[in-house]
Antibody, heavy 119, light 107 residues
Framework: EVHLLESGGDLVQPGGSLRLSCAAS????????MSWVRQAPGKGLEWVSA????????YYTDSVKGRFTIFRDNSKSTLYLQMSSLRAEDTATYYC????????????WGQGTLVTVSS | EIVLTQAPGTLSLSAGERATLSCRAS??????LAWFQQKPGQAPRLLIY???SRATGIPDRFSGSGSGTDFTLTITRLEPEDFAVYYC?????????FGQGTKLEIK
């Protein structure tokens, strides 16, 4: 069974940095693209970033380009999101999501970790 | 940039009724369209991918249709557990986009 467990969410001041982690189990981690999706309180879903299975190809939504970095450690079956220059509008629950082998979209999700950017 | 517009914003129905949710894309997305269900305090759950294929474990009262720019999620015979927020999503080669969501509430 696929299991994704996010961690690292916290209260951080504007301009600060934070690193989120997503520990994966139940599947061959290096085989699958992974993504981060966020949801501001009371708002809809927003895709943030994606990374290929090998980690050599990455994609970002425009609002986080240059501030966020997605990377993975396949030896540890862990996905990361390094966030810097954080803004109030980055406040959200951040989910990691796994592509399905057939579905080619977010077939499995973690439970999310809350990032709050506030002074 | 592809924009997905969902309608209606809120849909009020009773258990046992049929729900029809719409998702319109600003340009053709072929069949790269998915539907997710989200309940309060929970992560989203994939219902439909490739516009019309049900994900594993999804009851057959959920069905998706459409291609190009106009898509529909239909839920026949609503069950109490179906009242939730539904999102459509375009999944492309380099980016993903979600619609703003439709809240399906009990009338």
């Amino acid at each position: 069974e696929v299991h994704l467990l996010e961690s690292g969410g916290d209260l951080v001041q504007p301009g600060g940095s934070l690193r989120l982690s997503c520990a994966a189990s139940g599947f061959t981690f290096s085989t699958y693209p992974m993504s981060w999706v966020r949801q501001a309180p009371g708002k809809g879903l927003e895709w943030v970033s994606a990374i290929s299975g090998s980690g050599d190809i990455t994609y970002y939504t425009d609002s986080v380009k240059g501030r966020f970095t997605i990377f993975r450690d396949n030896s540890k079956s862990t996905l990361y999101l390094q966030m810097s220059s954080l803004r109030a509008e980055d406040t959200a629950t951040y989910y990691c999501a796994k592509d399905g082998s057939i579905e080619k979209t977010f077939a499995s999700w973690g439970q999310g970790t809350l990032v709050t950017v506030s002074s | 940039e592809i924009v997905l517009t969902q309608a209606p914003g809120t849909l009020s129905l009773s258990a046992g009724e049929r729900a029809t949710l719409s998702c319109r894309a600003s340009q053709s997305v072929s069949s790269s369209l998915a539907w997710f269900q989200q309940k309060p305090g929970q992560a989203p759950r994939l219902l439909i991918y490739a516009a019309s294929s049900r994900a594993t474990g999804i009851p057959d009262r959920f069905s998706g249709s459409g291609s190009g720019t106009d898509f529909t999620l239909t839920i026949t015979r609503l069950e109490p557990e179906d009242f939730a927020v539904y999102y459509c999503q375009y999944y492309g080669p380099t980016l993903n986009t979600f619609g703003q969501g439709t809240k399906l509430e009990i009338k």
